[in-house]
């Protein structure tokens, strides 16, 4: 069974920076695209960055240029590197795997279960 393992969330203040990491269990991580997602409050989940096995990434425009994912497959991890952090970035963020592109990203079928990022001005 595929498990997702999320660290590195916490409190900071407006301009500081976090480190996310994400542990995967199996095989699979390596030849699939990985990324995460985030929840604010009220809000629907939504694709922050995400990373194709052969290392191609994508971001969404609100966190270009603040954020850095990477991977490193022979660990099985993948990590969300944080600067610049903004209030707005305060959400749950999810570790998620594999992620489809059709045209559009899609959420694939594995979840971690969540880490807290929060952003006070």
């Known amino acids: 069974q595929v498990q997702l393992v999320e660290s590195g969330g916490g409190l900071v203040q407006a301009g500081g920076s976090l480190r996310l990491s994400c542990v995967a269990s199996g095989s699979f991580f390596s030849r699939n695209r990985v990324g995460w997602y985030r929840q604010a409050p009220g809000k629907q989940r939504a694709l922050v960055a995400a990373?194709?096995?052969?290392?191609?990434?994508n971001y969404a425009d609100s966190v270009k240029g603040r954020f850095t994912i990477a991977r490193d497959n022979a660990k099985n991890t993948v990590s969300l590197q944080m600067n610049n952090l903004k209030p707005e970035d305060t959400a749950v963020y999810y570790c998620n795997a594999p992620i489809i592109f059709d045209g559009n990203y899609r959420a694939g079928a594995y979840w971690g279960q969540g880490t807290q990022v929060t952003v006070s001005s």
């Open positions: 990373i194709a096995s052969f290392g191609s990434t």
